[in-house]
C-alpha cells in the first residue's frame, strides 16, 4: 500500500540521516567498539536519548531534538536494538 511506502521511506531517511549526523559528528572521537562494550546498555541508568545529548552539547553541536532522535534511532536499530527503551 501507498501508505506503507510512505511509512518506510521515512524511516530510511530517519536511519540515514541519523547515520550521517553520527558519523560526521561522533566518528572523530570513537569507533564501533564503543558500542560494543555492553556494560553501558546492561546499566539499568543508561539512557541513549540523554547520552546523545550530553555528548551533543559536550562538543558544541547544538543538534536540534529530531537531529537526536535520528541519531538515538540510528544507534538503536545498528548497536542497541536489544536495549530496552525509556518510558
Avoid at 24 to 49: A, K
Avoid at 69 to 75: G, T, W
Wanted: hydrophobic residues 30%; contains cysteine.
Amino acid at each position: 500500500s501507498i501508505v506503507a511506502q510512505t511509512f518506510a521511506q521515512q524511516i530510511d531517511t530517519r536511519l540515514q540521516r541519523g547515520q550521517a549526523l553520527h558519523d560526521t559528528i561522533c566518528r572523530g572521537c570513537h569507533e564501533d567498539n564503543m558500542y560494543t562494550d555492553r556494560h553501558l546498555s546492561r546499566n539499568p541508568y543508561f539512557d541513549l536519548r540523554m547520552q546523545t545529548r550530553l555528548w551533543s552539547e559536550v562538543v558544541n553541536v547544538k543538534w536540534r531534538n529530531d537531529e537526536i532522535d535520528d541519531v538515538v534511532y540510528f544507534l538503536k536499530q545498528t548497536y542497541y536494538s536489544d536495549v530496552p527503551s525509556k518510558p
